[in-house]
């Protein structure tokens, strides 16, 4: 952080993480709430517009009535091309003047990940978490009133639900402890360096093109409860929702572990 748990929740991606402040005292819930509640509606209106970005390029690369869906036939390519998407989405979104005054969490696991380094108060954790499955549940609802809801109910698209592969729950679960893991390593070994901090983001959108393209056909790629949560409940699709709620999280609070004692 780069001021008392009083003033800021989380740093940006973009700045070098520093150790909490030891006398800081962090606000109470209504305190937070009543100082920092932008900070919450920033980081829903992220992960919102993070969903509609991944419905677009899910729509154009695997739609039925889409024309580069016609034209790109290779599997491959068309994760590359929803990756690139994504990727270059959530690198937009980081650098954002509204993703740098919130820190661009907009994933519940890691906000928690910034919780258990104590590098954000309690009640502005909690907030963020409201803020981001809130988000990623309007963004798939304003996707739909964007681009119809025949085209993101189409079996294709499906409102970019995630969930696991041919090769069951059991690899699901690897794959998606495995990207939690390497993204918030990536982000903390890239925070130490002031001369690196400020590509982390650069580097966060890499990672996640690099996850859709060989992790997706795994799990489908969420890394995020709040990103299943919202397409979810609005698609009532609930199939073994408890992977992407247990392995992100699980995955990332290890990074910081082994990133702790290293």
């Known amino acids: 952080m780069t001021q008392t748990q009083t003033a800021q929740p989380s740093a940006p991606l973009t700045q070098p993480v520093q150790p909490a402040i030891a006398d800081a005292r962090p606000l109470s819930l209504a305190q937070a709430i009543k100082t920092?509640?932008?900070?919450?509606?920033?980081?829903?209106?992220?992960?919102?517009?993070?969903?509609?970005?991944?419905?677009?390029?899910?729509?154009?690369?695997?739609?039925?009535?889409?024309?580069?869906?016609?034209?790109?036939?290779?599997?491959?390519?068309r994760r590359i091309g929803i990756g690139i998407a994504m990727g270059g989405t959530a690198v937009l979104l980081i650098y954002c003047p509204w993703g740098k005054r919130s820190g661009a969490h907009m994933n519940p696991a890691f906000t928690l990940s910034f919780l258990w380094l104590k590098r954000i108060a309690p009640a502005d954790a909690l907030g963020y978490a409201v803020g981001q499955f809130a988000g990623g549940a309007l963004g798939v609802l304003a996707a739909v009133a964007m681009f119809g809801n025949a085209k993101m109910s189409q079996p294709t698209v499906d409102y970019v639900v995630t969930i696991p592969g041919p090769w069951g729950v059991g690899v699901a679960w690897l794959g998606?402890?495995?990207?939690?893991?390497?993204?918030?390593a990536a982000v903390l070994l890239l925070n130490r360096s002031p001369k690196l901090a400020p590509r982390t983001g650069l580097a966060c959108g890499v990672l996640?093109?690099?996850?859709?393209?060989?992790?997706?056909?795994?799990?489908?790629?969420?890394?995020?409860?709040?990103?299943?949560?919202?397409?979810a409940v609005v698609a009532d699709v609930w199939q073994a929702w408890w992977i992407y709620f247990s392995a992100p999280i699980l995955g990332m609070l290890t990074g910081v572990e082994v990133h702790k004692q290293i």
């Open 36 to 77: 920092h509640w932008p900070l919450y509606l920033i980081e829903g209106f992220l992960l919102a517009c993070f969903m509609i970005s991944a419905s677009a390029a899910t729509i154009l690369f695997m739609g039925a009535h889409s024309p580069v869906a016609h034209a790109v036939t290779s599997p491959w390519l």
């Open 176 to 184: 998606e402890f495995a990207i939690g893991f390497i993204l918030i």
């Open 208 to 231: 996640i093109a690099l996850f859709v393209v060989f992790e997706a056909p795994l799990s489908g790629f969420s890394m995020n409860p709040a990103r299943t949560f919202g397409s």
